[in-house]
């Protein structure tokens, strides 16, 4: 690629990291706040007009600590709700492909095996917040949204959940694996295999992990865990493998 054609926010986020080991750095831009602020239309879209993007990977918003979305839900509105919507409006006003960063919260986390067109009910604030961002953008038909279920390796926190459920996936191996489906639209999940998480927290901690029961914590899903095989069949066509990017 001769021109850097792909636009990614959220440039300080430790995911951007790994998206800038895996994107060709002679074709992707990787923004910050300071430069491609989301809350200002006006001065995104007038940093666009200088540029010819094709592609634009929306990591930015906020996340941690999840208290933050109980605690300040204006700031929570305005970075993952107005700020998303922002960037679908831009993206429709410069015809760019958007590749909006969900979660596996927006579903119920109750029975686990989510598909793509499971019905939504998030658990938190947080999910509601992303959720929020969802509606913008699939208003935009040329998008994707991803349902990702990832965390870091290793597993950072020093307590894990006994009795619940999810499918992580690591940060690193999401980040390989977006290249491969930046033509894709609609919405997809993006996770690992399933697995309890205190089990998977044992497995790839480099420290001792103690463990917490689901039933002494408040407001926590029981089972995130995602039905990945629209993932796995796309993958396939490219004449990948899902296990070329889990553990």
């Known amino acids: 690629m001769k021109n850097k054609n792909i636009l990614i926010t959220g440039k300080t986020s430790r995911f951007c990291k790994f998206l800038k080991s895996n994107l060709d750095p002679k074709s992707s831009i990787f923004t910050s706040s300071k430069e491609f602020n989301i809350l200002d239309f006006s001065k995104m879209n007038k940093y666009l007009a200088q540029k010819k993007i094709k592609y634009l990977i929306h990591v930015a918003g906020l996340s941690r600590p999840m208290k933050i979305h109980e605690k300040n839900i204006s700031k929570s509105i305005d970075l993952n709700i107005i700020g998303t919507a922002n960037i679908v409006k831009v993206c429709k006003k410069n015809n760019i492909k958007l590749i909006y960063i969900s979660t596996n919260y927006v579903y119920p986390g109750t029975n686990g095996n989510y598909k793509e067109d499971s019905p939504l009910k998030p658990f938190n604030n947080y ?108 993958l396939k066509k490219k004449k990948l493998k899902i296990n070329d990017f889990i553990k």
Do not use: C
């Not at 959720?131 to 038909?141: H, R």
């Not at 390796?153 to 999401?174: C, L, Q």
């Not at 990945?228 to 796309?234: A, C, G, R, V």
């Open 127 to 234: 999910a509601w917040s992303k959720l929020g961002g969802e509606a913008s953008v699939q208003l935009y038909k040329n998008s994707l949204i991803l349902r990702v279920s990832m965390t870091d390796f290793p597993f950072v926190h020093k307590k894990a959940i006994k009795g619940a459920t999810t499918s992580f996936m690591f940060n690193k191996y999401v980040a390989k694996i977006i290249p491969f489906i930046l033509e894709e639209r609609g919405i997809l999940n993006l996770g690992g295999k399933t697995r309890e998480i205190f089990s998977f927290a044992k497995k790839f901690s480099d420290k001792k992990i103690s463990g917490i029961n689901f039933n002494k914590v408040k407001n926590y899903p029981k089972n995130t865990s995602l039905n990945i095989q629209k993932l796995i069949k796309i």
